[in-house]
């Protein structure tokens, strides 16, 4: 167990909607981190927050958005959604700064495009 | 860029074989982490090692060990005696030190395709 919760576990969206999922940090991070897992594939990095501010982004458009709250806990909003957006969706928390740059995932959420 | 490779796609063995899992990388930082996780079929990735590029000593923890050679950009993962249990997907996985506007590579890992391995009993 590492601490780090994702909800919901599954998501069954049609295309053009839009979705937000959660994501709790394991106790004392500062930081976290998603990620996307097409089936098949590693996960790619979407972006990472440190201190509610947006710190670093990979090759994914805007329509990919995310917010870090005070606790630490994060969303990440999709909008419009496409059916390449099916995917597996993991959140990772870490403690940058401190020597503690491993990162711990949470269960991901499994979202599904129609 | 970061960039990881793991050549193979897939591993099958007989319980209680060793078997070692490759990684090659690619960075320009000079200081940088590499991680291995194990992702079993309920898809929660799991940690399980990290080595920090300034440390090249290879340990061995439990059935767990690691070879870094960092003049070969390579950073392999064996498990000894393997049991059922250590079936699942086994990546690799690197992160810089860059930091700020020019580009952060601290704390974004970037991950390899995965090697599938399966123990058979």
């Known amino acids: 167990e590492t601490g780090v919760t994702q909800s919901p576990t599954h998501l069954i969206k049609t295309r053009g909607q839009q979705v937000t999922l959660r994501c709790s940090s394991q106790s004392g991070h500062n930081t976290v981190s998603w990620y996307q897992q097409a089936l098949g594939q590693g996960p790619q990095f979407i972006f990472q927050y440190y201190r509610e501010e947006e710190n670093g982004r990979g090759n994914f458009p805007p329509r990919f958005s995310g917010l870090q709250f005070p606790n630490y806990s994060s969303e990440l909003n999709v909008n419009a959604l496409e059916l390449d957006d099916s995917a597996l969706y993991l959140c990772a928390s870490s403690l940058i700064g401190q020597g503690q740059e491993t990162q711990y995932f949470g269960p991901g959420t499994r979202l599904l495009v129609l | 860029a970061q960039k990881v490779t793991q050549a193979q796609t897939e591993i099958s063995v007989v319980e209680k074989e060793d078997v070692t899992l490759d990684c090659v990388y690619e960075t320009r930082d000079t200081t940088y982490y590499l991680f291995w996780y194990k992702q079993p079929p309920s898809g929660e990735l799991v940690f399980l090692i990290r080595?920090?590029?300034?440390d090249e000593q290879n340990e061995i923890s439990g059935r767990y060990s690691w070879n870094f050679q960092k003049s070969t950009s390579s950073f392999n993962f064996t498990i000894t005696a393997s049991q059922v249990v250590d079936s699942a997907v086994y990546f690799c996985?690197?992160?810089?030190?860059?930091w700020g506007a020019g580009g952060t590579s601290y704390g974004k890992l970037t991950f390899g395709q995965g090697t599938i391995l399966t123990v058979h009993p």
């Open positions: 080595r920090n590029s300034f």
């Open positions: 996985a690197l992160s810089g030190s860059s």
